[in-house]
């Protein structure tokens, strides 16, 4: 299952050919580090974990480590002395977010759940009504202040309040009667009155009462098992109690299961259905800085993304949502017409999950991110929306050590010091499922595109673009299948691969054939709704092995035969991994190679009109065979092939593998020595076959094939993983005894950046509301004035001055409906500017409490913004 991940998922992925999913132990070596050397700016990277994280902010602080590279609450971080403040850079970032899943089991009346055991039990959190109502019970505001400090906002969506394009969503609680504050009153009366209702049913008369202070069921108290965080103590674990005693207040009896995460996610991991838990205090890392949230709609209220309670695993009971499903598929596949279609779909979808409640938001959080000043020659890149990330890694700029190298020292928190939490599965959905392998894991390998950490714009890595060769053609809807047409013929040559006959084929289309099924169509004359051309930087994987087209072949035949249930004893064939690739799958239209892949031109079905580089980037070519939570994670073809056959076929050890968390079986992992044991096997296994993957036979020439398997075994034996790569560094030793991983820089000369490419790049001015004044109560019939001060900086450097003229302020009030009226703010003098509202347009508008939204920015970059209310009488 991928429901319990700490972190957002950045971008929809699409394995298709062609379309991004959205030395060195061989080659490259170290030496020559530095700004103008092929790949980062260090040469080594050391991994190692705290226990406590005050004891890693004042390791920072004394030198013992570079960078603290888990965020703190501010709790943590105001502890720390004024000396050991000023030894410290500090990164703020709102990137952090808690929510409260909900156990839902059956989602019908009459309630009931018996589990395998034999067991009967009255879930009231079964009932819509009384999931809906906790959003009155909890004080969001009370967290907030008492136990975040203020370093953070109530939420009521995914979308954290005061990004770019989260306002239109986080307009929906308003319209539904939310509040900071909550209604106490109100939650328990509406809880009250629904579960009388249930006690009416036929199967709950006189059964299901309240008895004195709490419910019972058959006689017995209703008791609710609340899975609480112990591990984030100044956190979660207060944040869970204080929500234990509210339920109580309900008149739930709750059984307060204060565990570290390490317990909490074996009893999350198994079916909803065994009723061992009614609520779980989720916590969240941001994932990327975005300008558009439709991902987040989809990975936290849409059952078909896998992160709703069951995970769409075959045999679990699975929350489903068939509506938020449909328009979440639509909405980040870029099926529809236009911005406003976008925006309806997003904002039904997601006011459909607030109002079912499975997924209950919080607060967003801001946290305190550290690095030791004086190790550094300037501060690096960090998503303005997430925080430290893997463009922190590839372009901190260390000093050398003695001897001249440049090693970089990163501490991440670890409440059982551990940093080997879940599965190294670069293929199935749950793998890399923490924030530990995810921090190590993500400066080793290339996704084709990234979201750009200053502006979230979809930015080109591995490929090479020209937005003159990517055009987007629809009309509206004309077949009654609820989406637009495409207009753009499909070139006949172009190629699909078929996972039933196991060949390229032509004139064929993968599509949703009815019911949620998806199968092979054959059809002499498909149409699309984008076409992009582009080229791939090939360079060389760590093995010292060249990147070629069989890479990108195989990538797009693996995802089409792992995706598709081929005759009922396919081995090669995982549930949850169908379950996140199939819609995407059929987006795809087809593929047409240039010149031995020199370039492709690509067919698919997406629409993005708000932003054409997110068409190129939807279009892109890949190398990713799986893992689409961890956009980074890309390993070499044999690798994948290697993992697919331990699954399929068997391992030398008699252990039975898998690509999701089953606990019946074992997931696959490139750094675990039994499995890197089996891989080792298989490869040699393969090499001695002299084993060519049928979907590559007319690309990669058996001799080609056994130079991949040796390279692949001596990187293993050199390195002791299997994590083969493209990034710009790679795994270069892992002490399971020690928790400690080593990287050390890919300098093969083909490599496509130098250490000072992605610094330059990054460099852009960017602006910073530091306070608004709004009027207490403004009046329909007087003018109201609003003030805005602004500074500007240069990311990431945070040295800020008072805002110039250059800078564009906009004040946009907006009612209960979501209507938006906006007022240009003027200049004033530096850092000052002002926005009078004329009477004659506010008289124009009705009495009423509406949002304000204030918006700075210089150029194209993402706005500043922040958010509040203004009365108006």
């Not at 944040?239 to 307060?256: H, M, N, P, S, T």
């Not at 400066?443 to 591995?462: H, I, K, M, V």
Request: hydrophobic share 40%; proline share 5%; net charge negative.
């Amino acid at each position: 299952m991928k429901k319990y991940l700490k972190f957002m998922v950045p971008a929809a992925m699409i394995a298709v050919l062609g379309l991004a999913v959205a030395g060195c132990g061989g080659a490259g070596g170290l030496g020559g580090g530095g700004k103008g050397a092929k790949g980062p700016i260090a040469d080594k990277v050391i991994f190692d974990v705290r226990m406590d994280q005050t004891i890693a902010m004042k390791d920072t602080a004394e030198g013992k480590t570079d960078i603290f590279f888990t965020g703190v609450d501010s709790k943590i971080y105001r502890a720390l002395s004024k000396e050991d403040k000023e030894k410290l850079d500090t990164y703020a970032v709102p990137s952090g977010s808690w929510s409260l899943e909900v156990n839902p089991i059956p989602n019908a009346a009459p309630y009931i759940v018996k589990t395998k055991d034999g067991k009967t039990f009255f879930n009231p959190m079964a009932i819509a009504d009384v999931r809906y109502a906790l959003n009155w019970l909890i004080d969001r505001k009370k967290i907030v202040d008492e136990i975040l400090l203020g370093d953070g906002d109530p939420a009521f969506t995914a979308m954290t309040p005061g990004q770019p394009g989260t306002y239109k969503y986080n307009l929906i609680a308003a319209k539904l009667g939310m509040a900071d504050r909550g209604n106490e009153q109100k939650a328990i009366a509406d809880i009250d009155a629904a579960m009388k209702k249930a006690a009416e049913l036929p199967e709950n008369k006189g059964k299901l009462a309240k008895t004195g202070q709490f419910w019972t069921y058959a006689g017995k108290e209703i008791i609710l098992p609340f899975l609480i965080r112990v591990d984030d103590p100044t956190g979660r674990l207060l944040e869970g109690r204080y929500i234990a005693d509210q339920l109580e207040k309900a008149g739930f009896k709750v059984d307060r299961l204060e565990y570290d995460r390490s317990k909490c996610f074996k009893i999350l991991d198994g079916d909803p259905a065994d009723y061992q838990w009614s609520f779980y205090t989720e916590g969240w890392g941001a994932g990327a800085t975005r300008a558009w949230w439709d991902v987040s709609v989809c990975q936290m209220y849409a059952p078909w993304y896998g992160y709703m309670p069951g995970g769409g695993v075959e045999g679990f009971w699975n929350y489903q949502n068939k509506e938020i499903d449909e328009l979440s598929t639509k909405s980040m596949n870029g099926w529809f017409q236009d911005s406003d279609e976008y925006w309806k779909l997003n904002l039904r979808a997601t006011e459909l999950g607030v109002r079912d409640s499975v997924r209950v938001y919080i607060c967003s959080q801001k946290q305190y991110y550290v690095t030791n000043k004086a190790r550094f020659n300037s501060r690096f890149a960090y998503g303005l929306g997430d925080g430290l990330n893997r463009w922190s890694i590839v372009t901190a700029d260390v000093k050398p050590e003695k001897g001249g190298q440049r090693v970089l020292h990163v501490t991440q928190y670890s409440a059982k010091g551990g940093l080997f939490m879940s599965a190294w599965d670069p293929i199935g959905v749950d793998g890399f499922s923490d924030v530990y392998s995810g921090a190590i894991v993500e400066p080793c390998g290339d996704s084709s595109t990234f979201e750009a950490p200053n502006s979230a714009l979809d930015t080109p890595l591995r490929v090479k673009w020209d937005l003159t060769n990517v055009e987007t053609k629809i009309q509206p809807d004309a077949n009654g299948d609820g989406k637009p047409d495409g207009l753009i013929a499909v070139d006949p040559e172009s190629i699909t691969y078929n996972s039933r006959t196991k060949a390229w084929e032509k004139g064929l289309e993968y599509k949703d054939v009815g019911e949620g099924k998806f199968d092979y169509v054959k059809n002499d004359k498909i149409m699309a709704y984008s076409k992009a051309t582009m080229s791939y930087l090939y360079g060389k994987w760590h093995s010292g092995q060249p990147i070629t087209l069989a890479d990108v072949m195989y990538a797009s035949a693996f995802a089409m035969e792992w995706a598709n249930k081929d005759g009922e004893g396919d081995k090669m064939y995982d549930e949850t991994y169908a379950s996140q690739f199939q819609p995407l799958l059929a987006t795809s239209k087809g593929s047409t190679i240039v010149n031995n892949g020199e370039s492709f031109t690509n067919f698919f079905d997406f629409n993005w009109p708000m932003d054409k580089n997110r068409v190129a980037s939807t279009g892109a070519v890949t190398l990713k065979t799986g893992n689409p939570g961890r956009p980074s994670v890309v390993v070499s073809w044999e690798i994948s092939e290697t993992l697919a056959k331990l699954v399929a076929e068997g391992s030398k050890s008699g252990t039975v593998y898998s690509f999701s968390q089953d606990p019946a079986l074992t997931e696959v992992d490139v750094i675990a020595p039994a499995c890197l044991a089996d891989i080792k096997a298989k490869l040699q296994e393969m090499l001695d076959a002299k084993y060519v993957p049928s979907c590559i036979q007319q690309w990669v020439k058996p001799e080609d094939a056994v130079a991949r398997y040796k390279a692949a075994l001596e990187f293993i034996e050199k390195n002791g993983n299997a994590y083969i790569s493209n990034g710009p560094y790679y795994i270069s030793k892992v002490d399971y005894n020690a928790n400690y991983i080593e990287l050390s820089a890919f300098r093969d000369a083909t490599y496509p950046y130098t250490g000072d490419y992605w610094p330059k790049a990054f460099q852009m001015n960017v602006t910073r509301i530091d306070g608004v004044t709004l009027p207490p109560n403004a009046q329909r019939t007087k003018d109201a004035v609003i003030d805005v001060a602004v500074s500007q900086l240069t990311y990431p450097i945070d040295k800020a001055v008072a805002g110039t003229k250059d800078v564009k302020v906009t004040i946009t009030l907006i009612d209960a409906a979501g209507k938006e009226k906006a007022f240009a703010a003027k200049f004033v003098k530096d850092g000052s500017f002002k926005a009078t509202l004329p009477a004659a347009d506010l008289g124009a508008l009705a009495a009423g409490t509406y949002t304000v939204v204030v918006e700075s920015k210089l150029a194209d970059e993402a706005p500043a913004i922040v958010s509040g209310t203004l009365p108006l009488n």
